[in-house]
């Protein structure tokens, strides 16, 4: 069957160029915030849009514009759960993403529309827990910044909570060593089950402090191996806030590669389920039937298509390309598709993601 284009959606795929292309990131969260205070900020940005346009697109098209522009603004939900929005509006074409990502403002007049923009928007929040491990107690903390907010759990965090058991599972009284171990081993594995709760809240990436034994102990038993960025060696039992700050700056300082970090555990993870896609065509099939939970992406990865005999299949475009079937760039479609459907995604360093061809998907599990 022959596909029905219109006009304008044809120009499009066959590139012709329709001026100008508006691009609006905006923080958008209606329950969290005052309906008034999000269109302030809503008319703010279309107050830059048309100075902008009337400067350099004084013209039918600028009109045009315009005038979707603001039916989009009177028309956006403000029922929505989601923290972010994404307006995207030219001559011939228009959508609105609302997004479960925490972004900066971005406002683009421009001659296209990238999604990289918006992935690069992403605000970048400097998060992430704290587990103090010591021969008495351990200690969760959540951290944002310099704020440090105690975590609470079910789980007794006392070690002397589980020093009731001193036998050997039989009849003998275990020896005084072998008490201790038994003891940390209870603790730690209670701990550990707790952590289920916790991380799965949160999903942010996790330091680890104790002394070189108790660390030990703990990465041996562990399953949450995949969340630790790094042990940090040390006795801080008794270590007040600031000492622990000042302990862990030399681990966060550098944010990007502790993401990085973050993001590789998650894909080897996601492996280990088999919850992980990898190279572009297999990550397009999943995007597709809606499975991606977190995409990854080498900076500056593109990859020109042509779609196949279904949806979800796609190949290396190789010209002449068929204007039907040509997609100019299948990772920014897959950004979209992830993002559109409560996903995110990340960047990575060019020649991180080797062994997964470039790009890789986790999928919700």
């Given at each position: 069957?022959t596909?029905?284009?219109?006009?304008?959606?044809?120009?499009?795929?066959?590139?012709?160029?329709?001026?100008?292309?508006?691009?609006i990131?905006?923080?958008?969260?209606?329950?969290?915030?005052?309906?008034?205070?999000?269109?302030?900020?809503?008319?703010?940005?279309v107050?830059?849009?048309?100075?902008?346009?009337?400067?350099?697109?004084?013209?039918?098209?600028?009109?045009?514009?315009?005038?979707?522009?603001?039916?989009?603004?009177?028309?956006?939900?403000?029922?929505?759960?989601?923290?972010?929005?994404?307006?995207?509006?030219?001559?011939?074409?228009?959508k609105?993403?609302?997004?479960?990502?925490?972004?900066?403002?971005?406002?683009?007049?421009d001659e296209?529309?990238?999604?990289?923009?918006?992935?690069?928007?992403?605000?970048?929040?400097?998060?992430?827990?704290?587990?103090?491990?010591?021969?008495?107690?351990?200690?969760?903390?959540?951290?944002n910044?310099?704020?440090?907010?105690?975590?609470?759990?079910?789980?007794?965090?006392?070690?002397?909570?589980?020093?009731?058991?001193?036998?050997?599972?039989?009849?003998n009284?275990?020896?005084?060593?072998?008490?201790?171990?038994?003891?940390?081993?209870k603790?730690?594995q209670h701990l550990?089950?707790?952590?289920?709760?916790?991380?799965?809240?949160?999903?942010?990436?996790?330091?680890?402090?104790?002394?070189?034994?108790?660390?030990?102990?703990f990465?041996?038993?562990?399953?949450h191996g995949?969340f630790v960025?790094?042990?940090?060696?040390?006795?801080?039992?008794?270590?007040?806030?600031?000492?622990?700050?000042?302990?862990?700056?030399?681990?966060?300082?550098?944010?990007?590669?502790?993401?990085?970090?973050?993001?590789?555990?998650?894909?080897?993870?996601?492996?280990?389920?088999?919850?992980?896609?990898?190279?572009?065509?297999?990550v397009?099939?999943?995007?597709?039937?809606l499975?991606?939970?977190?995409?990854?992406?080498?900076?500056?990865?593109?990859?020109a298509?042509?779609r196949?005999?279904?949806?979800?299949?796609?190949?290396?475009?190789?010209g002449?390309?068929?204007?039907?079937?040509?997609?100019k760039?299948a990772?920014?479609?897959?950004?979209?598709?992830?993002?559109?459907?409560?996903?995110?995604?990340e960047?990575?360093d060019?020649?991180?993601?080797?062994?997964?061809h470039k790009?890789?998907?986790v999928?919700?599990?």
């Amino acid at each position: 069957m022959t596909p029905i284009v219109s006009p304008e959606i044809r120009a499009v795929i066959e590139g012709v160029q329709f001026f100008p292309s508006v691009s609006i990131i905006l923080p958008f969260e209606p329950k969290m915030s005052l309906k008034k205070e999000l269109t302030n900020s809503l008319d703010r940005a279309v107050e830059i849009v048309e100075a902008e346009v009337d400067k350099n697109y004084p013209d039918d098209m600028g009109t045009l514009v315009m005038y979707k522009l603001r039916a989009i603004i009177n028309n956006l939900n403000f029922n929505t759960f989601k923290k972010s929005i994404a307006i995207y509006v030219s001559p011939v074409f228009e959508k609105v993403l609302y997004l479960d990502i925490a972004v900066e403002e971005k406002i683009l007049v421009d001659e296209s529309f990238a999604i990289r923009d918006l992935v690069y928007s992403k605000k970048q929040l400097h998060k992430y827990l704290v587990l103090l491990l010591s021969g008495k107690e351990s200690r969760m903390y959540l951290v944002n910044e310099d704020s440090y907010i105690r975590i609470l759990s079910n789980t007794p965090e006392l070690i002397a909570a589980y020093r009731n058991d001193l036998r050997d599972g039989g009849t003998n009284i275990l020896s005084m060593p072998e008490r201790k171990e038994k003891v940390m081993e209870k603790f730690l594995q209670h701990l550990d089950s707790s952590l289920d709760i916790i991380l799965n809240a949160y999903q942010l990436p996790l330091f680890v402090l104790g002394t070189e034994k108790i660390l030990r102990h703990f990465n041996n038993l562990t399953r949450h191996g995949g969340f630790v960025i790094d042990y940090i060696d040390g006795n801080y039992e008794e270590a007040s806030l600031p000492q622990l700050k000042k302990a862990l700056k030399p681990y966060v300082v550098d944010w990007e590669s502790v993401k990085q970090k973050e993001v590789m555990n998650k894909l080897a993870d996601a492996a280990g389920k088999n919850k992980l896609a990898a190279g572009i065509r297999d990550v397009w099939r999943e995007a597709r039937s809606l499975k991606g939970r977190l995409l990854v992406v080498e900076k500056n990865y593109m990859y020109a298509a042509e779609r196949g005999s279904s949806d979800e299949l796609i190949y290396k475009a190789i010209g002449p390309y068929n204007k039907f079937s040509y997609i100019k760039d299948a990772v920014d479609d897959v950004m979209e598709k992830v993002l559109e459907n409560g996903g995110d995604v990340e960047f990575v360093d060019e020649g991180v993601l080797k062994d997964y061809h470039k790009i890789a998907l986790v999928q919700f599990y």
